[in-house]
């Protein structure tokens, strides 16, 4: 086994024993331009105890690191808080070379691993409020359904304080460093807001949710140990404040225009709206969809208020590249927008329909009906893209009002 990899102690009894994935370049649709980690931690207690795995590929990283403290036979426990291959991948070897004592996963874990590993091994499970002893330690864990998967779990480590939240206040970045505090703060900042805009959004409910149960729980946090990227430790707090502020989505004065063209049409009446909206007052992004990923518009929508989408209408409908972004927005469930469409068109013109119907779907509050152009925009049509483009603004402006005038 490679001796070239070393565990990371995060605290007295806890050691980063995971893999930094540095060639990743995209998670099942996810653009991960910076890679990413799996972590895994391991326990040292009477009873060693490992919480997660890491992906098939990352095993031997994982186990050398594991090594550099203890020889992995002596693993008593393996916690799988979630059932997603990128930590569990490595759990049906580990459990055929080591035989630990016990598999602890939430109920719904217990299924999952059953339906992708289709083993014969038990799984005991653990709910919220149960505890695991593991001599010396005592373990906790907390059920976090949805976040993401219905089987996610939190496990929490007493005396340490170490709460090991899976993919929950992660991110995809691979780093030598293994703390957020030293990290530079706009990396990690953009880099925790693109995970949870593409990977939590959709459950901000239940995050809110999860946030508000906490202090019943009382668990003294003293480290937030996430299955990727880089661990909280001096700023526990600035990242559940950040998800605190997300889950919000509250409206603000940004808004993104999003389009793509096929002669240019299209991209002229965006430029129009763009300058419409920053007219009326709004803070705007134009995004082309031809080289721009659908991850980072989800990163660009997270803080944004107003969502004003532009398509040329192709074989009757809209164009792929934007019904790409859209399909993708729709499944995260942004809420508290306002927007609009706009396109141009050569003969049937439907693109402009779909979008306001997808819209009205999104539940995105429309400032107008959408606009359309046969063909090449003249001034007159660029002066209507403006007047679009203001409206959006103004009720853009009014719903921040509304939100302050509420808070
Ligand atoms: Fe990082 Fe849902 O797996």
């Known amino acids: 086994m490679s001796n070239a990899f070393e565990a990371i102690q995060i605290s007295d009894r806890v050691y980063w024993v995971g893999a930094i994935d540095w060639e990743l370049r995209s998670f099942h649709g996810y653009l991960t331009k910076r890679g990413t980690t799996y972590n895994a931690y391991l326990i040292v207690a009477d009873e060693i105890t490992l919480v997660d795995t ?9 186990l050398a690191r594991i090594a550099s403290v203890v020889d992995p036979s002596q693993i008593s426990n393996i916690i799988s808080n979630h059932a997603e291959m990128d930590h569990s991948g490595a759990l049906p070897e580990l459990i055929k070379r080591y035989h630990p004592n016990r598999i602890i996963a939430s109920p719904q874990g217990a299924k999952a691993l059953a339906a992708h590993y289709h083993w014969d091994v038990e799984v005991e499970t653990a709910k919220t409020g149960d505890s695991l002893d593991l001599g010396g330690a005592q373990l906790r864990f907390v059920e976090a359904r949805m976040l993401h998967w219905p089987d996610s779990m939190f496990a929490y480590l007493e005396g340490d304080g170490v709460l090991f939240t899976n993919d929950a206040f992660g991110m995809h970045l691979a780093t030598s460093e293994r703390f957020a505090d030293q990290v530079e703060e706009t990396l990690w900042r953009r880099e925790a807001a693109k995970y949870y805009a593409n990977i939590l959004l959709h459950f901000s409910p239940l995050v809110k949710r999860l946030l508000a149960q906490l202090p019943s729980l009382e668990l003294d946090i003293a480290i937030i140990a996430p299955d990727h990227g880089p661990i909280w430790r001096e700023n526990v707090m600035q990242i559940v404040e950040l998800y605190a ?60 208020g107003g969502l004003v989408v532009g398509s040329p209408t192709m074989n009757n409908q809209i164009y792929p590249t934007v019904a790409d972004v859209m399909t ?80």
């Not at 890491?54 to 994982?62: G, L």
């Open 245 to 304: 502020h997300w889950a919000k989505q509250l409206p603000t004065r940004k808004a993104l225009v999003i389009y793509d063209s096929m002669w240019r049409s299209t991209a002229l009446m965006a430029q129009a709206v763009g300058e419409g909206l920053a007219a009326g007052g709004a803070e705007v992004r134009l995004l082309p969809l031809d080289g721009t990923h659908r991850s980072d518009v989800l990163t660009e929508l997270l803080d944004a």
């Open 328 to 407: 993708y927005i729709k499944g995260l469930k942004p809420q508290n927008l306002v927007g609009a469409s706009f396109g141009s068109y050569g003969w049937s013109g439907e693109a402009v329909k779909h979008l306001d119907k997808q819209l009205e779907e999104m539940k995105v509050e429309l400032a107008a009906p959408g606009f359309r152009v046969n063909y090449v925009p003249d001034a007159d049509a660029l002066a209507s893209c403006r007047a679009l483009g203001r409206k959006v603004a103004e009720r853009l402006l009014a719903k921040v009002e509304e939100a302050s005038s509420e808070s």
């Open 54 to 62: 890491v992906k098939p590929a990352f095993m031997d990283e994982m």
